[in-house]
């Protein structure tokens, strides 16, 4: 994937692996637009290099967040090539857990909004905008996710 001259839009990009690979867009010449709730967190890593990063607070499951993101995006970097879903929160919690108590709905739902909506919902907000920049049949949208879910019954709810 060329990343000299390109705009990725990542969530989470304030920390983890999405930190990671927003240094490695820039690193590389590219531009990063900057997804995530953590305000402190994504300001002073947007500070440290303003030309090429720009940090958004958004909440991935809110239509109207991301529209505004992605459409300041756009506006400073001309457009967006890359999207790479890196927003996302676990639950500790195990589906029955050592006392007998079962997980929270609640909870798991939340998990759900965040890791499966959300990661939708920034999707099929980009592509309309990648599609014009980007003039093949496959766009570049990432997502991310682990092994955990490969584990035993005992692990966390939301894998």
Not at 114 to 123: K, M, Q, R, S, W
Request: glycine share 8%; proline share 3%; aromatic share 6%.
């Amino acid at each position: 994937m060329k990343l000299k001259g390109s705009t990725a839009v990542i969530t989470g990009g304030a920390s983890g692996l999405g930190r990671a690979f927003a240094e490695r867009v820039v690193a590389e010449g590219g531009n990063v637009a900057v997804l995530d709730l953590n305000k402190e967190v994504g300001e002073e890593f947007a500070a440290s290099n303003p030309s090429r990063i720009a940090y958004f607070q958004v909440d991935v499951t809110s239509e109207e967040s991301v529209k505004a993101a992605l459409t300041a995006a756009v506006a400073k970097f001309g457009g967006i090539h890359i999207v790479l879903n890196s927003a996302g929160i676990s639950s500790p919690c195990r589906v029955l857990n050592n006392k007998g108590a079962v997980h929270s709905m609640e909870h798991f739902d939340k998990v759900i909004r965040i890791n499966l909506h959300g990661t939708f919902n920034v999707i099929r907000l980009a592509l309309p905008i990648i599609a014009k920049q980007v003039r093949r049949s496959s766009p570049n949208v990432i997502w991310l996710s682990n092994c955990l879910g490969n584990s035993s019954f005992f692990s966390p709810a939301n894998f």
